[in-house]
């Protein structure tokens, strides 16, 4: 795998300071805000001068029960190849829901949702992962997430399930330590215990974040500082390998220059406090490896009758058992989970009630693939829809948490709609959020951000409002400048510029 270095995420509100930034050997850029053709000035300078760039997609949802859209795969091999980047990555999540395999509404999060550490949501993710995989020109690398809530029913540690993950497809590794620490705060997940299951050669590298915690929760916020408990987490891991590259996140509330590059050094130092206790670890291991070849050959005993050339075939072949003990270990791991032989999967030989449908490393059975995408689209509608819809909460979960969640994705909502659509909290002023959110229990979303903002103009405008008659006139202009097939006005710039000198007048 390519080293990267260390890297910062790339956003327009921080451009300027991150081509200023020293040590700065990569970034990672939101694919789904890149245009191929109209690449940002900033990224542009960025690959002249050598810097890596890598597309973080965030819409793919690879862990939903469909099959990811052929033309989203398109798009972020486009911006792959665009940017010449090493790799692309996404997300071990789902962000909509619904439609035809379940019979039901189509529904869009806006949001990464976690999948269920089950066999049906596995075998569903990795034929999503090989179908990304055929679709990409280069590597694909995949991200856990951090959740507020958690699945009833599940199968496997997060763990034991990207080990999986990364065993049956050969995808890669994005290990986002912050998400641990979010779910060891929210799930109760030992994050070294997680470590200690991945498989860390198939790491691509690493993600680090702040966030926020509020009534016991913690919020994967992007918007505060790395706290103390994710760094040593990064520590940790890198006392079990070295990362081939890591990653500072941030997207909202950006600090001055000068805190980012603290946190930089932060980040690098933990990196160096877990490089020294790898080395260590590797001493004391070199060192007991060297005491014990030395003895061994004094333990073993000659047998009565045995010759010298006996003794020394006994003595390596106790030797080699001792090697075998990983594969064995890992072989128990397997049976505990309830699969086959890894030697009888390889061979394609399924055995079991697991073989039956699936088989280790092997591709799912085609018939219980489909049949496990049915049974996790509904399992999936059914949670989605209540956090967007208002329906009742499935039997297993946690209300409370399921609260938080809807009212977190619904603030997002909002404030994501501002940002697609800024003229909407200038011409609604102080009225947007309340407005927004009142909207949003009633009104799922079902195509993404920009047609959000389209209905939610549409709603207010088809209600009456807003109250003031300026504002109701504006309201309409916009919307009708947008919801056409093409625009009615050839300034909409210049609108923009008017509705906020009236709505500053109004203040």
């Known amino acids: 795998m390519e080293r990267l270095g260390t890297g910062i995420g790339w956003r327009p509100e921080i451009a300027d300071a991150v081509e200023r930034m020293p040590g700065i050997d990569w970034v990672e850029a939101v694919a789904e805000n890149l245009c191929p053709g109209h690449l940002p000035d900033s990224l542009r300078r960025l690959r002249e001068r050598g810097v890596t760039v890598v597309p973080h997609g965030v819409s793919l949802g690879l862990g939903g029960a469909d099959r ?125 215990k997680a470590l200690a299951e991945l498989p860390l050669e198939a790491i691509a590298y690493v993600h680090v974040a702040g966030g926020v915690e509020r009534d016991g929760v913690w919020h994967d916020s992007h918007a505060h500082p790395v706290p103390r408990p994710v760094l040593n987490i990064l520590t940790d891991l890198a006392s079990r390998v070295s990362p081939p590259g890591v990653l500072l996140e941030r997207d909202e509330n950006f600090p001055e220059p000068a805190e980012l590059e603290n946190e930089l050094g932060a980040i690098r130092r933990a990196l160096e406090a877990g490089a020294v206790e790898r080395v260590k670890t590797q001493l004391r291991s070199a060192a007991g490896a060297t005491a014990a070849r030395r003895t061994r050959p004094g333990d073993v005993r000659a047998e009565p009758g045995e010759t010298d050339a006996g003794r020394q075939e006994r003595t390596r072949g106790g030797g080699e058992l001792l090697g075998a003990a990983a594969p064995a270990r890992r072989e128990a ?62 039997e297993g979960f946690d209300r409370a948490r399921v609260g938080v969640q809807t009212r977190a994705l619904a603030a997002k909502r909002a404030d994501v709609v501002a940002k697609v659509a800024p003229e909407l909290p ?55 400048e947008r919801s056409g097939p093409k625009p009615r006005s050839r300034r909409p710039v210049h609108r923009f510029a008017r509705a906020t000198r009236r709505a500053l007048s109004r203040r």
């Open 68 to 192: 990811p859209d052929a033309g989203r795969l398109t798009a972020l091999a486009e911006r792959a190849e665009t940017l010449g980047s090493p790799l692309v990555t996404e997300h071990i999540a789902f962000v909509r829901a619904g439609g035809p395999l379940t019979a039901s509404p189509h529904l869009e999060a806006g949001h990464l949702l976690p999948v269920p550490r089950t066999r049906d949501a596995l075998d569903v993710l990795c034929e999503n992962v090989r179908i990304a995989q055929d679709a990409l020109p280069v590597p694909l690398a995949v991200e856990n997430i951090a959740a507020l809530v958690c699945w009833p029913g599940e199968e496997m540690t997060e763990g034991q399930f990207l080990y999986d993950l990364a065993d049956r497809t050969g995808v890669r590794l994005l290990i986002d330590v912050a998400n641990l620490h979010t779910n060891h705060v929210n799930r109760g997940e030992d994050p070294s």
């Open 333 to 394: 791991a397997r049976g505990a989970r309830g699969e086959a032989p890894a030697g009888a999967a390889r061979r394609g030989e399924e055995t079991g009630a697991a073989g039956a449908t699936r088989g280790a490393f092997g591709p799912p059975h085609p018939q219980g693939a489909g049949e496990a995408r049915q049974r996790l689209g509904l399992a999936q509608a059914a949670l989605l829809s209540a956090l967007v819809a208002g329906t009742p909460v499935p």
């Open 426 to 480: 200038v011409i609604l002023g102080e009225e947007y959020r309340t407005a927004f959110l009142g909207y949003a229990q009633t009104h799922p979303m079902t195509d993404g951000y920009r047609r959000d903002a389209l209905t939610f103009a549409e709603h207010l405008l088809s209600t009456g409002r807003p109250g003031d008659t300026r504002a109701r006139r504006e309201l309409r202009e916009w919307w009708l």
